[in-house]
């Protein structure tokens, strides 16, 4: 299990262009992360991008947005993120916006295999339709809209289909791991981060503390080392 522990440049030496990732140092509480910047420096792009936040110029994601590496993101806010609204408007990135307890449910159904399900939302009449702006294009119009969504009355209340999310890699922020791969997070880390190892296909960790197995309480761990696919420390 020892195998695990690699350089943050190598934890990311086969994200593709195209690849799917979902990053959980989007914003607030999660700063710089060093597999984020590895994967800056990697060159790879056109990456599609899953984040809880994307708020804050200069942290998470911005390396990535800044030079061009994301084609489209999924996030429940892009708050005061001045780059990523000149990016949206200017025909350079798509941004999907959605729901925090949208984005947690349809992460727990790709975990789980659930393709799609009936999720309530107070604007169904809106996704009924679909038409909301995901891209526009280099001349201000739009070029890319929300497809129309199925919408149904359940017990009286409007529910519409979701679609589950799954990627190819999940890169999370730990607080404590060990050589196995068991994880704990702190604070706003633990949100997501949990879900993003469930629905990944390879899950890619950076942990600020490597502890020994023993040193971790079993009731304490958030992510299990049978879920991680490579460990790296912060500043390696």
């Keep these: 299990m020892d195998g695990l522990m690699v350089t943050a440049a190598a934890a990311v030496v086969d994200v593709r262009t195209g690849s799917s990732i979902a ?22 792009g056109d990456l599609r991008i899953v984040s809880d936040y994307s708020e804050l110029v200069g942290w998470g994601l911005d390396p990535l947005i800044l030079d061009g590496q994301v084609r489209r993101i999924i996030a ?18 798509e941004v999907e916006l959605t729901s925090h307890d949208t984005l947690v449910q349809r992460l727990r159904a790709g975990a789980r295999g659930v393709r799609a399900f009936y999720a309530p ?33 359940i017990c009286g209340a409007s529910y519409i289909l979701e679609r589950g999310i799954t990627t ?10 060990d050589r196995h791969g068991n994880l704990i997070y702190r604070e706003s880390d633990r949100e997501l981060n949990s879900l993003f190892a469930l629905s990944s296909r390879v899950t890619i960790a950076e942990v600020e503390e490597l502890v020994e197995p023993e040193d971790l309480d079993p009731d ?9 696919h490579r460990l790296t420390v912060r500043g390696s």
């Excluded at 429940?76 to 990135?93: C, F, S």
């Design 76 to 93: 429940q806010d892009v708050g005061d993120n001045t780059e990523i609204g000149r990016k949206y408007l200017g025909g350079e990135l």
């Design 23 to 44: 990053v959980g140092f989007g914003g607030t509480g999660s700063g710089d992360s060093r597999l984020v910047q590895a994967l800056h420096d990697s060159g790879v």
């Design 121 to 153: 939302e107070a604007s169904a009449r809106q996704a009924s339709v679909g038409d909301r702006p995901w891209k526009h294009d280099t001349a201000g119009g739009v070029s890319v809209v929300s497809p129309r969504k199925d919408v149904r009355k």
């Design 220 to 228: 304490s761990v958030h992510t299990p080392g049978a879920l991680v």
């Design 168 to 177: 190819d890699f999940a890169l999370i922020r730990a607080w404590k791991g």
